[in-house]
Nanobody, 129 residues
């Protein structure tokens, strides 16, 4: 069972960059997918991107490509989401999510909310115009 704790959310200005962190604990399986989602009030949770822990390959939502980068620090057990050129519409609660990858094809990157089994509590990002 994974325990995920997000941090780094804050108030920023449009055009700024921001890095969010997800501290991962409880890893016992060989491989995991760690994803980032975001949610605004009244809307469904939206996929941002994901990374495979072992291979460090990533996949991103089309709407976010070019502005986001996900990376992981194996020693620190941290998955980071870096977003550049922030816009007011990026204002949301950002969530980290995890799932075990069982013998999955190396090209598989889960993108749906129900693909993931464990979730953090989220961190608020507010972008002012």
């Amino acid at each position: 069972q994974l325990h995920l704790v997000e941090s780094g959310g804050r108030l920023v200005q449009a055009g700024d960059s921001l890095t969010l962190s997800c501290k991962v604990s409880g890893r016992t399986a060989r491989n995991y997918a760690l994803g980032w989602f975001r949610q605004t009030p009244g809307k469904e949770r939206e996929f941002v991107g994901t990374i495979r822990w072992v291979e460090e390959t990533t996949a991103y939502a089309d709407s976010m490509k070019g502005r986001v980068t996900i990376s992981r620090d194996e020693i620190g057990n941290v998955v980071s989401l870096h977003v550049k050129n922030l816009k007011p519409e990026d204002t949301a609660v950002y969530y980290c999510a995890g799932r075990i990858l069982y013998y999955s094809a190396t090209g598989y990157h889960p993108t749906r909310e129900d693909d993931y089994d464990w979730w953090g509590r989220g961190t608020q990002v507010t972008v002012s115009s």
